[in-house]
């Protein structure tokens, strides 16, 4: 299917994600140690912390499957230290350490060593969207090309995305991450500026999250 260009005529879609792989894209990867009684805590109050534990491995994988073949340069932030053989192929993927007081301050160092880097449209998502795909990400990328910012909205009140081209330390700064106030907060923020609102989805936090998703349902038969 072809793509219209800025001046009208179509572009054949490979062309549009050959200028994707040879742009300064990068994705950063925001991701927990899988370990038991670490991850997904909300969620384990309802299906155990074994069966938290397998979720968060299996959407880890999700993840990594989504990412593998984006077009950008692809960096994963553990929070507590690097496993050289886990689900990231270093081929593929460099592994870094997160660095800072709380989420924040962990994001926006991130992003500033990435543009330091020479890196122009940057791109953060966490590892624990079920319903992200490699598309919405290169969607996300491609909608750089026009605006200054792109936010995805999650259904719980936070974000599962966030892009920009030129870091913005006030975006991570006075948030109470982990709550409903997360994504207006940081719309505000974003007043007066162009920024891309990408569709609203779930991510996974809770039981009520994945109690439907016939994918999750291996994990949570005997509740």
């Known amino acids: 299917m072809g793509i219209l260009s800025s001046n009208g005529n179509k572009t054949d879609e490979k062309a549009i994600r050959f200028e994707l792989a040879n742009s300064k894209n990068l994705l950063l990867i925001f991701t927990r140690n899988p370990e038991l009684g670490k991850c997904k805590t909300r969620l384990a109050a309802t299906v155990g912390k074994n069966a938290a534990l397998d979720i968060y491995k299996f959407l880890l994988q999700h993840t990594a499957s989504i990412t593998k073949n984006v077009y950008a340069t692809k ?3 553990y929070s507590e230290e690097i496993w ?3 689900t990231w192929d270093t ?3 460099s592994k870094k350490i997160q660095k800072g007081t709380d989420l924040g301050e962990r994001m926006f160092n991130a992003f500033n060593e990435g543009f330091n880097s020479g890196f122009e ?3 953060v998502i966490g ?5 992200l795909s490699a598309q919405d990400i290169e969607n996300a990328f491609i909608h750089l ?3 200054d910012y792109v936010i995805g909205p999650a259904i719980d009140g936070g974000y599962y995305l966030l892009g920009m081209k030129t870091p913005n330390s006030k975006l991570f700064k006075n948030k109470e991450w982990g709550t409903n106030t997360v994504l ?4 505000n ?3 007066n500026t162009k920024t891309h609102i990408l569709e609203a989805k779930n991510d996974v936090d809770v039981y009520e999250d994945i109690k439907d998703i016939d994918a999750f349902k291996p994990f949570i038969k005997n509740i």
């Open 145 to 147: 090309n026009t605006n």
């Open 75 to 77: 960096q994963v932030f």
């Open 121 to 123: 449209h940057i791109i």
């Open 184 to 187: 207006q907060s940081t719309l």
């Open 127 to 131: 590892s624990d969207m079920y319903d």
């Open 84 to 86: 050289e053989k886990d």
């Open 91 to 93: 081929t593929i993927y």
């Open 189 to 191: 923020d974003l007043k």
